[in-house]
């Protein structure tokens, strides 16, 4: 008697499992294409929108810096200050980005910085593209040592006000 309630219960797992198996057939693996479509117009559409992006902020500066505890009241409050009124200043928490409605766009240019040394990092739109760099170990270097941050700014008003070298074709 035990074998055969056994048996019977064996039987119905296994129908389940063929139920289920055949509802994901069915109902799930159909809609995967569809969900594969969507993701690669999407992401099509935030590259137009990124470039288009790149392109409205030729010619801007960001400085961004991070929530780390140690130094984002010396960013805030001794660098920040100092930065000529053009420079955008970019605050990142975490992995937030806080830029309005473009927060996407500016945390795509950091994701995308081709050197990661650390915050802060500088950056620069020449031409629809991002000139980027670290300025990571002066700024700690400076902060920690309570030197002076002279070195930094110029460092800083340097890589902001140099131009790109010309590429050839």
Do not use: W
Not at 120 to 128: G, I, M, R, S, T
Not at 145 to 157: E, Q, S, Y
């Amino acid at each position: 008697m035990e074998r055969l309630i056994s048996k019977i219960k064996d039987t119905i797992l296994l129908g389940f499992g063929v139920i289920a198996i055949g509802l994901f057939i069915l109902v799930i693996l159909p809609t995967i294409p569809f969900f594969l479509i969507y993701s690669h117009f999407s992401n099509k559409q935030f590259e137009k929108n990124y470039k288009l992006f790149l392109e409205r902020m030729n010619g801007t500066c960001f400085f961004c810096y991070n929530s780390r505890k140690s130094s984002v009241e010396f960013a805030r409050e001794v660098i920040v200050p100092e930065l000529d009124s053009s420079v955008v200043v970019v605050f990142v928490d975490g992995k937030k980005v806080d830029f309005g409605t473009d927060s996407q766009y500016v945390s795509k240019m950091l994701y995308s910085v081709k050197e990661r040394k650390g915050f802060p990092y500088l950056l620069k739109v020449e031409d629809a593209q991002v000139i980027d760099t670290s300025v990571n170990n002066q700024f700690y270097s400076i902060m920690i040592g309570r030197k002076p941050i002279a070195p930094l700014l110029d460092r800083i008003n340097a890589f902001f006000n140099s131009t790109p070298p010309v590429l050839p074709n």
